[in-house]
């Protein structure tokens, strides 16, 4: 098993920041594509954005304009910057890396994030 370890989330008001960060192995921050997913109670788990090798990013069209993903390749660490929060982005967000025929191959426990109205 390949420990990634998420942190940074916590509670917060409607429109307010957060900003998520997962710590990678370096063997395997420098080779694999990267991402963050979440899911809500009752609901299923759902890709918030991924970032590739190749710094190509993608975002779920909720959190275009609001979500950054980005990378530090001296601490090996995956970031979420989260802006504009809102209830919807309630839920406990994962980073994972590794993309393989379909899936990623390794994932954190996990963040809780919630926002309140």
């Known amino acids: 098993q390949v420990p990634l370890v998420e942190s940074g989330g916590g509670s917060v008001q409607a429109g307010g920041s957060l900003r998520l960060s997962c710590e990678v192995p370096?063997?395997?921050?420098?080779?694999?594509?990267m991402a963050w997913y979440r899911q809500a109670q009752g609901k299923e788990r759902e890709l918030v954005s991924s970032?590739?090798?190749?710094?190509?990013?993608v975002y779920a069209d909720s959190v275009k304009g609001r979500f950054t993903i980005s990378k530090d390749t001296v601490k090996n660490t995956l970031y979420l910057q989260m802006n504009n929060l809102n209830t919807d982005d309630t839920g406990v967000y994962r980073c994972a890396a590794c993309y393989f025929v379909g899936s990623y191959r390794y994932w954190g426990k996990g963040t809780q994030v919630t926002v309140s109205s």
């Open positions: 970032i590739s090798t190749k710094d190509t990013t």
């Open positions: 370096g063997h395997i921050f420098s080779s694999c594509d």
